[in-house]
């Protein structure tokens, strides 16, 4: 009976996060509604509140999912490639970044959109949302070692050392000031680019921008890993 019981608990929270998800993509994360989401089953929306105690708890259960979803996505691709073959490997988290956006527009929207108001993000989600990033600290690690500068270096900006210094302590990571500015700037850059695209910024700009990706990816990882 048990077994049975955690069965139908399982698919019920399932309909229940796919209702969510749903919602999201049709009218934002701002406007996520558990009483919808009853009605859409067909209960009472207390009998929700006996899988999810709120909706800021139901948020929280999506981003997780969506930022294990895009880790696993980036993770996989790096894994995929020699270790040794740094461009590659920059090459291949890009495009896995672009392509989980561009597959999954709601949920990309809920961790990289607009803020949903009131809600406040739990400690458990940092973990899920330090992997992906952690693939390009990898990434930037293995080229230090290798002997790889930037083609950029830290400008005299007062208390810009300090700043890097205290973000490799958080991080727990050895990256110099000039491959930490690169490797920040080139992240920065690529999501700009993947936001810009997909929420409809450059749809009167460019009539292929998956061409214009793949040239600012090339010239952000010749920036980054120092090849000119």
């Not at 708890?57 to 790096?78: C, F, H, K, N, P």
């Not at 930037?140 to 830290?154: E, F, M, N």
Request: charged share 20%; hydrophobic share 45%.
């Amino acid at each position: 009976m048990t077994g049975i019981r955690a069965q139908a608990r399982l698919e019920t929270t399932t309909e229940i996060k796919r209702l969510a998800r749903e919602q999201i993509a049709s009218k934002g994360a701002a406007n996520l509604s558990l009483r919808e989401i009853a009605r859409g089953m067909g209960v009472a929306s207390s009998a929700l509140y006996r899988y999810f105690a709120s909706r800021d708890q139901l948020l929280t259960v999506l981003i997780i999912e969506s930022y294990d979803d895009i880790g696993d996505t980036v993770e996989r691709a790096d894994a995929n490639c020699s270790r040794d073959d740094l461009t590659g490997r920059w090459r291949a988290v890009s495009e896995s970044l672009r392509n989980w956006a561009l597959t999954n527009p709601s949920d990309y929207g809920l961790i990289f959109g607009t803020p949903v108001p009131g809600y406040e993000a739990p400690i458990d989600t940092i973990a899920p949302a330090l992997r992906y990033t952690n693939v390009l600290l990898h990434l930037l690690a293995d080229a230090q070692v290798v002997g790889c500068k930037p083609l950029i270096t830290v400008p005299s900006t007062k208390g810009v050392s300090r700043e890097y210094k205290r973000v490799r302590a958080n991080l727990g990571i050895k990256l110099t000031d000039d491959m930490l500015l690169a490797g920040l700037a080139a992240w920065a850059a690529l999501f700009g680019a993947i936001s810009f695209e997909l929420f409809g910024h450059v749809d009167t700009v460019f009539t292929d921008p998956e061409t214009h990706f793949r040239a600012l990816t090339e010239m952000l990882g010749n920036q980054m890993l120092g090849m000119k």
